[in-house]
């Protein structure tokens, strides 16, 4: 599994994604069940709100070789803030759209 992280802009200044690389290095909660390595190709934020950036930072990179695109939990569960993007579904649903059906789309870490 070759992964691109698209995160909360927002969130980047308290939170350095520590816990999503570990659950990622470990298989736990969102990468539960994987059983090929994972490679992190990318880690992006949305481009701060309302997030328009993650779309092409998405397809940029699958372009570079990511087959998974994962939303980190700041964005869909507000994870460490306490307040989730209200822009996740909307992210999500674009992000779909624009990448395809050939590039799994996970919606939170852990």
Do not use: N
């Not at 994987?34 to 997030?51: A, Q």
């Not at 990511?66 to 996740?88: E, N, Q, Y």
């Amino acid at each position: 599994m070759k992964v691109g992280l698209i995160r909360c802009q927002q969130t980047e200044d308290m939170c350095p994604a520590t816990t999503d690389f570990k659950v990622m290095k470990e298989k736990k909660l969102a990468f539960e069940g994987v059983e090929d390595e994972i490679e992190i190709v990318g880690v992006v934020s949305c481009g701060g709100c309302p997030g328009k950036k993650a779309v092409t930072r998405a397809v940029e990179m699958v372009r570079r070789g990511a087959d998974t695109i994962v939303l980190a939990s700041c964005l869909t569960k507000g994870t460490p803030i306490g307040v989730p993007c209200p822009h996740a579904d909307q992210m999500q649903s674009s992000i779909e759209r624009k990448v395809g059906d050939s590039i799994q789309l996970i919606g939170y870490t852990h």
